[in-house]
């Protein structure tokens, strides 16, 4: 009796764990649905059913600042749950379908979907960053508007080249770009109808709030892209990795070495002890001790070497489920936060290209040096054989020594492509720079 009503709890649990499966497009739509129209009713409410704008004049910056984390939480939520419900719909197929109505899962109509689906995306949409395309025909682009930042930096901007039938005209060189007057004259010209222009003290404000919003967006990016992963890893080898490991190498039966090296290693560990009870015996003169209680020493130490190993075998293992849940936590952030991509590389791009030319160099020497440099390999055969440890791999000398024989070269390869193709059109000097700290 006892066993048939736990038999039908297990089916009915399993049966309930299925329903919500199948539920999963139904239940994703409706909380995109929710996030879209908390979204319209902050529009609606606040800011008079237009878009929610960071530079509206509305309110002030700490009630925009609210308002924007809002939005961002909403549009999270909405995009999430979007992605949810496609890979929900495509794993679906005929077959669930027909599972999903003999379990008595009900599908909303078709109309009502397509209802839900057009209002998110009308919410959506207007938050959507669309790069501006380029006509056809002869498109000539106007000079950017000179920004305050002209103030430190008074280097005329790049005039931005013509496009013909897509066809880019190629930019004048230097020597043909050389006008009447030196360029420092006319930087000097522009940088005083800057400080004259009586609009300039705003555009300053407004540069430095988007400068601060885009910094605190970059910083609190990286620490997620730091932080989700190693929690990841940590909540998932408590929860879940653990406890499967633990039960399914809980018997004494189990292999206590997963390769040879670990099995190598005890064997010294052991000879050692065996080594040091006959060396204390000898230094502190005490009398001759019996072959039976050295065997009676190694028999313990070899049980605490054993226990040791075990758990060292069980930690690698749960160190490689733990790992593929972190990157699947690392690839889920970056596929949810593109816009934060975005951000953070701009981030990167000024603080890069604003250093000097000397700073720039030591960087690139030092980044070079540590990973391409001559002792390099050494760093490298210490990170592969902490990798290998760490899934508990046998350390494969040639596999460590052909990926220090081809990684590090085309790493460099790299470095000095970026350096030719890029760094070289965007600061000249600060090559010239590197190449006289160079040799």
Do not use: C
């Not at 509305?58 to 600042?65: F, G, L, P």
């Not at 039938?165 to 060189?173: F, M, Y």
């Not at 989700?228 to 408590?238: I, R, S």
């Amino acid at each position: 009796m006892n066993n048939s009503v736990f038999s039908q709890k297990i089916y009915s649990f399993l049966l309930g764990l299925y329903r919500w499966y199948l539920r999963t497009p139904e239940r994703s739509l409706d909380e995109a649905y929710n996030a879209a129209f908390k979204i319209k009713e902050l529009e609606d409410k606040h800011f008079n059913g237009n878009k929610i704008d960071p530079d509206s004049t509305m309110y002030s910056s700490n009630v925009m600042d609210y308002f924007q984390s809002d939005l961002k939480k909403q549009l999270k939520i909405a995009r999430m749950r979007l992605t949810e419900f496609k890979g929900s719909r495509w794993f679906l197929n005929e077959a669930n379908q027909q599972a999903a109505n003999e379990a008595g899962v009900e599908y909303p109509e078709l109309s009502l979907v397509l209802e839900k689906l057009k209002f998110i995306d009308q919410i959506i949409s207007k938050y959507t960053i669309v790069e501006p395309e380029v006509n056809s025909l002869v498109v000539v682009d106007k000079p950017p508007k000179i920004k305050s930042d002209l103030i430190t930096n008074p280097t005329p901007p790049t005039p931005i080249p013509k496009v013909v039938n897509n066809v880019p005209k190629k930019p004048q060189g230097k020597a043909n770009s050389t006008g009447i007057l030196p360029r420092s004259i006319l930087s000097t010209i522009t940088r005083l109808q800057v400080e004259l222009d009586p609009n300039s003290e705003q555009d300053v404000v407004q540069n430095f709030r988007q400068t601060q919003r885009r910094t605190i967006i970059s910083i609190r990016f990286i620490l997620l892209l730091i932080i989700v992963p190693l929690l990841t890893h940590q909540l998932a080898k408590a929860l879940v990795v653990g406890p499967l490991v633990e039960k399914f190498r809980g018997s004494e039966a189990v292999q206590i070495f997963l390769n040879a090296e670990m099995e190598e290693e005890a064997l010294v560990e052991l000879e050692r002890f065996e080594e040091r009870i006959k060396f204390e015996n000898l230094i502190s003169k005490a009398p001759p001790i019996s072959a039976e209680e050295i065997e009676h020493h190694m028999q313990e130490k070899a049980g605490e070497i054993a226990e040791e190993f075990r758990e060292e075998s069980a930690n690698a293992i749960k160190n490689v489920f733990s790992d593929i849940f972190s990157v699947v936590a690392f690839i889920w952030l970056l596929l949810v936060s593109k816009p934060s991509i975005a951000i953070i590389k701009e981030f990167f791009d000024n603080i890069v290209y604003g250093l000097s030319d000397s700073a720039k160099a030591f960087i690139i020497i030092l980044f070079t040096d540590v990973f391409v440099g001559f002792h390099s390999p050494h760093g490298w055969e210490v990170i592969l054989e902490g990798i290998s440890r760490h899934w508990g791999l046998p350390a494969n000398r040639d596999f460590i020594f052909l990926f220090i024989a081809t990684f590090p070269v085309i790493l460099d390869t790299i470095f000095k492509y970026w350096i030719f193709r890029y760094l070289n059109r965007i600061s000249p000097s600060a090559v010239a720079t590197y190449h006289n700290m160079n040799e």
